[in-house]
């Protein structure tokens, strides 16, 4: 199909990339490849490409998607790496803005990031200051339109080591969520699967310039499909 967007997806593996995937079934609109280290079954009707690959073949992979857009859906946490902060920057800064370059160089005109609600490089919070970080950095690079995904806690069911906390978090969420008002509805919680039909709406959007989705901005972009 002539008109559909080329969108490299890196990260498919995690809770938003398996989202994408398969919100991505229904949509002709879109010519999804994903690229990762391992398989990752896919899901059922999927008409997509996956490329696997070592992270430091990354770029080549990137480059073989031939992308209108670059989708980030990378992350880990503090925890899952044992507390190592580097161990945590090597994934979250060095890997997202090495494929950020990678988009850059391909000739992808549009990338997407999903970030966090309270990313800011001057925050003292060594996850949020990190997120911040990178979103400023990506800024450098110029894309004809960047777009950072910022959702609240993320509702979804994980593969891999449980993490009780996150989970309390989610059945308390429905709650939580009615308190937060005012400036405080950006840390909404966000299922995975809006996540991704935010992105996959934003796919392609000619508007140029540097865009942050919060809360409320991304179930504006899901009302108007």
């Known amino acids: ?98 494929c950020a370059a990678a988009a850059k160089a391909a000739g992808a005109r549009q990338f997407i990031v999903v970030s966090s609600v309270g990313a800011q490089f001057s925050s003292r919070n060594f996850y949020l200051s990190v997120k911040g970080e990178v979103e400023d950095k990506l800024a450098k690079l110029h894309f004809d339109r960047l777009d950072v995904i910022r959702p609240g806690l993320l509702k979804g069911r994980r593969e891999g080591v449980p993490r009780p906390a996150e989970r309390i978090g989610m059945i308390l969420s429905p709650l939580a969520d009615l308190f937060m008002l005012g400036g405080l509805r950006k840390y909404r919680s966000a299922r995975d699967s809006d996540v991704a039909r935010v992105i996959l709406n934003l796919a392609g959007a000619k508007q140029r310039g540097r865009h942050v989705h919060q809360h409320d901005e991304m179930r504006r972009i899901l009302r108007r499909g």
């Open 1 to 98: 199909m002539s008109d559909q967007t080329r969108v490299v997806l890196v990260g498919a593996t995690g809770l938003i990339g398996r989202a994408v995937m398969a919100e991505a079934v229904a949509r002709p609109d879109i010519h999804l490849v994903a690229v990762a280290r391992r398989e990752v079954s896919l899901p059922k009707g999927a008409r997509m490409e996956m490329l696997l690959s070592d992270t430091e073949h990354w770029p080549d992979a990137i480059a073989a998607g031939r992308p209108h857009a670059v989708v980030i859906a990378l992350g880990t946490t503090i925890k899952s790496v044992g507390g190592d902060r580097q161990a945590f920057r090597a994934v979250d800064h060095d890997l997202v803005l090495e």
